[in-house]
């Protein structure tokens, strides 16, 4: 193999050694170094394709036999932001396959999640509502839900979940209340997440007060 590189100065090393000195999900930068010379040599790869492939391979044996397997595939896509059309298709899969599908709060989120990245809103909305309504929907599973929302670039919705999660389990003192906060904030609404840090942070766990407080001080600052 043969690569161009532009040597650079280093500081000195007495035997010669190979250092990964740049590391990044698709590439990396391997340094020789020797002396006082540096010898970088940019090493790239198709990671995700990789790991598509494989996802692809083992969803047609034995892993592909539960829906908590297809799910994860999906999960997968969506961290990555490729395959969503595919991605899709798995997440129907996990709620409806034969003998592997299961509807029910996870399966039914995660293909909600697909369809609002592909900006099928109405779709998505749809599939929430279902999640929603499902018996087996726990607090803290949504609270979590509404946390991939706000990672997902999707506050609106996000408060719209803390919200009727609040609703549902109006006796929880610190969950549903950080989520109300976390939704206010992620939508500009400072006062209201302001409040909520607030009451929440009297509710917290022990060890966890002062850190609440400080979400609601540097919320405060940017008034």
């Given at each position: 193999m043969r690569v161009e590189v532009v040597p650079q100065t280093t500081a000195y090393t007495?035997?010669?050694?190979?250092?990964?000195?740049?590391?990044?999900p698709a590439s990396t930068t391997l340094a020789l170094k020797w002396e006082e010379l540096m010898v970088p040599v940019k090493i790239e790869a198709d990671v995700t394709?990789?790991?598509?492939?494989?996802?692809?391979?083992?969803?047609?044996?034995?892993?592909?036999?539960?829906w908590?397997?297809?799910?994860?595939?999906?999960?997968?896509?969506?961290?990555?932001?490729?395959?969503l059309d595919e991605a899709l298709q798995w997440s129907e899969y996990a709620i409806s396959a034969p003998f592997i599908g299961e509807k029910n709060f996870?399966?039914?989120?995660?293909?909600?999640?697909?369809?609002?990245?592909l900006n099928k809103k109405a779709e998505g909305d749809k599939t929430v509502a279902d999640a929603m309504a499902e018996s087996t929907a726990t607090m803290n599973e949504v609270h979590n839900f509404g946390r991939q929302l706000l990672t997902d670039g999707n506050p609106e919705k996000a408060l719209e979940v803390f919200e009727l999660n609040r609703k549902n389990h109006p006796d929880d003192k610190f969950a549903t209340i950080v989520g109300l906060a976390r939704g206010y904030e992620a939508m500009g609404k400072n006062?209201?997440?302001?409040?909520?840090?607030?009451?929440?942070a009297e509710n917290a766990p022990e060890g966890q007060r002062d850190y609440y407080l400080?979400?609601?001080?540097?919320l405060e600052s940017k008034e």
């Open positions: 007495e035997w010669l050694t190979y250092d990964f000195i740049i590391k990044n394709g990789a790991y598509l492939t494989k996802i692809r391979q083992e969803l047609q044996n034995s892993p592909g036999f539960t908590q397997n297809w799910v994860a595939a999906v999960n997968f896509c969506l961290s990555n932001g490729i395959n996870t399966t039914l989120t995660t293909k909600s999640r697909v369809l609002y990245k006062k209201l997440a302001v409040k909520n840090y607030r009451i929440a400080g979400l609601a001080g540097a």
